[in-house]
């Protein structure tokens, strides 16, 4: 087996932390060092507190009160503890709501997108220059596009006399209405046009950066096309998978603009994920305190994602 | 991955930066006196614009050093109304004059957005022309005037002659109870295959436009008549009751029997567009429940315009469900005009909003917007009963005619009706179930003791 030179490749050798020793000769002057070290980052950490510690505490507080768009809560807003927590745990709406955004963001981003991404960056390094640049810059052209621009499109081509349906009539065929009958794989196929490019390009990145002669070295040692795949080129990009897993999940669970011009979060709520159900109960129909807490579960949800990625991110110990 | 987050650090840093300064570079108004005003204008609704653009320089020339700031919003109404409620927050950006729904006012005077006007109508001659209704549809949970009638609307079944008289039903039509609909419904069905029968509005899609154009025609004419959503003698909403079970049975009856609009369909908000501007002028739509404004889109200069909609359209009331006293079913609402709470130059504001609804500004646009008149004198006009064939029909209407329960918490609970008819219309629900849903959600909403089984 070839196993031996493969397997604890160079890139995860030189990850090992420097600078570990001497816990034990602590003194006040290496304290004080360390303390004016930190000076720079101070006022990166003010910013930080100020624009997003500040915001998650506000609508932390938010979500504990009855704040209203009109009414008499919207002049006086009062302190209701956990209420809207309860409310949401009893709401019918949730667990749907929660199980479609987890469709989603699996279906579209962890699968789809990650893959697809991983498949053509894959292609794309190995295929000639000019077809390269053609396949990426149509992928990549679906990404440039502002996302109410991305959606309006995806509208035109699945709404019930749209593009898709019309292309399927050409062929004999009558398409459903996308939007009502299938509306979730609807939105998962337009995020998936959208936001292939994204992992495109990080995976196309990390790609030119694998060594080829490593590559070669495990060719000659007969290892073919599959086995240089799993053994040598994801072990290499694997801080940039889990890297891009976290970015693109992190993404898609905030999508809103794409799902709310193509469905609405509808027919009834059938593609209401978390952010739509916020952005309804908030403005739609008037609960800003109940929305902020929506808001605060899908930030909690976005916070335990994100502390899976970078356990699964730190170099492991040989 | 240090390096990375510093990275990230400092582009977050640069964009929050940029955003401050682009937040900041705005302008500040200095001596000379802004009002600002906000209202709807989209390519269905100009009427408001053009009144706005008129009042304008004749406001600024009769007071020199004042600029009328007109901010027409492009939305949907529930989109205006969240837009607005937002703008409230803060009195950088909340109007000074705007244009208010009905069945906002109270709930938007109890959330302190909206200026008491009691003094400064006092000391205004016109408002002796306003009729007692109208008066009221501008009050608060407490009493007080916090808004002024533009012009009041009742609903009516607009129907297509042609379609009709091809499926051997005779014009002009009075259906007798909600059997009657169904009758002349499957008679269209089975003469005119491709044509919709008889369309009611149902669902979140269109908003409180599907309750008012839709289910409360239904509920109104069920046998607890005015008192069929809110009991007015114990101020209380009701739940239990056979009308409301009724209503949903009939709606799913006109659904299932494809009778209607597709659920597809009726859930686009724009559905509405498709009904005045293709559906009733290519005689691919039966009757639907409309409100008396319908016209104004028809009328040359409207957003539609149908030179033929005089012969080929008939209005008639909606029916009670048996054909029970009064006979006919209509809901009517309006749009106001109101003044910010937080208004700097509230007497201002209120002069602008007296102009726009002076005689001759309201007779022009009750007239451009197919409105019915709230003020005395515009109704007495000649120009305002001949302004198309329908004014008398629909003005007529205002005799059984039933206004929402705008209490502070109707938009909650109208959202609810609406939840109800779509889960119905979508066969998620049977009526009986989304009745159940209803009942519950109305008693969260209201709390138990504000309502009754009925």
């Known amino acids: ?318 | 991955m240090k390096k990375r987050a510093a990275v990230a650090v400092s582009m977050i840093a640069v964009g929050t930066l940029l955003g401050v300064t682009a937040c900041t570079s705005t302008p500040a108004d200095s001596s000379e006196k802004t009002i600002k005003i906000s209202y709807i204008k989209t390519d269905a609704f100009t009427a408001l614009d053009t009144l706005f653009n008129n009042v304008k320089p004749v406001f600024e020339k009769a007071h020199p050093g004042v600029t009328v700031k007109l901010e027409p919003i492009a939305a949907t109404d529930d989109d205006y109304k969240t837009k607005l409620a937002l703008s409230h927050r803060s009195a950088e950006t909340a109007p000074d004059v705007f244009y208010e729904d009905t069945s906002n006012v109270r709930s938007d005077a109890d959330a302190g957005y909206l200026l008491a006007l009691d003094d400064y109508v006092g000391k205004w001659d016109d408002w002796s022309q306003f009729t007692d209704a109208a008066k009221q549809a501008g009050q608060g949970d407490d009493g007080k005037i916090y808004s002024i009638s533009l012009g009041t609307d009742t609903r009516a079944i607009w129907y297509n002659n042609k379609v009709l008289t091809k499926a051997g039903v005779d014009v002009p039509w009075a259906p007798n109870s909600w059997q009657d609909i169904l009758d002349a419904a499957q008679k269209i069905k089975a003469t005119q295959p491709g044509v919709v029968p008889f369309n009611i509005y149902a669902g979140t899609g269109t908003g409180e436009g599907s309750n008012m154009q839709g289910f409360y025609e239904l509920l109104y004419g069920t046998d607890l008549g005015k008192d069929a959503l809110y009991d007015s003698g114990s101020s209380k909403w009701v739940v239990g009751s056979k009308g409301f079970v009724d209503s949903l049975n009939f709606l799913k009856t006109l659904y299932d029997q494809k009778l209607a609009l597709t659920p597809a369909q009726a859930l686009d908000p724009n559905i509405w567009k498709e009904v005045f501007g293709t559906l009733f002028p290519k005689a691919k739509l039966g009757g639907t429940i409309e409100g008396s404004y319908t016209p104004s889109f028809w009328v040359k200069g409207g957003s539609f315009e149908w030179a033929d909609y005089a012969t080929d359209m008939g209005a008639t009331a909606f029916p009670t469900q048996n054909g029970q006293a009064p006979g006919g079913v209509s809901m009517s609402g309006g749009w106001t005009l109101a003044v910010g709470a937080k208004s700097a130059n509230p007497q201002l504001a209120f002069d602008f909003m007296a102009e726009a609804l002076s005689f001759k500004n309201a007779l022009e646009y009750d007239n451009a917007n197919a409105q019915i008149a709230v003020r005395k004198d515009v109704a007495a006009d000649p120009s305002y009963t001949a302004a198309n064939p329908f004014v008398k029909a629909v003005t007529d209407m205002v005799a059984f005619t039933h206004f929402r329960p705008a209490t502070s918490i109707y938009n909650q609970i109208s959202v609810e009706v609406q939840k109800a008819s779509e889960a119905v219309i979508t066969g998620k629900m049977s009526p009986a179930e989304a009745a159940a849903a209803y009942d519950k959600a109305v008693t969260e909403i209201a709390g138990a003791d504000k309502v009754i089984k009925k």
């Open chain 1, 1 to 318: 087996m070839t196993a031996n030179v493969l397997s604890p490749t160079p890139a995860v050798r030189n990850r090992q932390r420097p600078g570990r020793q001497g816990s034990d000769g602590r003194t006040l002057g290496k304290a004080i060092v360390r303390l004016v070290r930190m000076i720079p980052l101070v006022p990166a950490i003010i910013i930080m507190v100020i624009f997003l510690a500040g915001p998650i505490v506000w609508s932390f507080y938010g979500s504990l009160t009855n704040a209203a768009l009109t009414g008499p809560n919207a002049a006086h807003s009062s302190f209701i503890g956990l209420d809207n927590y309860v409310k949401l745990w009893n709401d019918p709406v949730f667990p749907l709501s929660l199980w479609l955004t987890v469709v989603f963001t699996l279906a579209s981003a962890v699968i789809s997108q990650n893959l697809l991404g991983l498949g053509i960056a894959l292609v794309v390094t190995r295929a000639n220059k000019r077809l390269a640049t053609l396949v990426s810059s149509f992928v990549v052209a679906a990404w440039i596009l502002p996302e109410i621009v991305a959606a309006f499109v995806c509208y035109a081509y699945f709404s019930k006399d749209g593009t898709l349906n019309q292309i399927l009539a050409g062929f004999g065929m009558t398409g459903p209405n996308w939007l009502y009958s299938f509306p979730m794989l609807a939105i998962i196929l337009a995020n998936l046009w959208r936001g292939t490019a994204f992992s495109l390009l990080v995976y196309q990145a990390a790609l030119n950066d694998v060594p080829p002669e490593i590559s070669e070295a495990a060719m000659i040692d007969g290892a073919g096309g599959v086995k240089r795949l799993t053994y040598v080129t994801i072990p290499m990009i694997k801080n940039t998978i889990t890297t891009n897993l976290m970015l693109i999940t992190l993404q898609t669970l905030s999508v809103f603009t794409l799902i709310y011009v193509m469905t609405a979060g509808g027919p009834g709520n059938d593609s209401t994920t978390l952010p739509i159900m916020a952005y309804k109960e908030a403005f739609r129909f008037s609960n800003i305190g109940y929305g902020t807490a929506i808001a605060t579960v899908l930030l909690l949800i976005g916070a335990v994602f994100s502390v899976i990625y970078i356990r699964a991110a730190r170099p492991e110990k040989d």
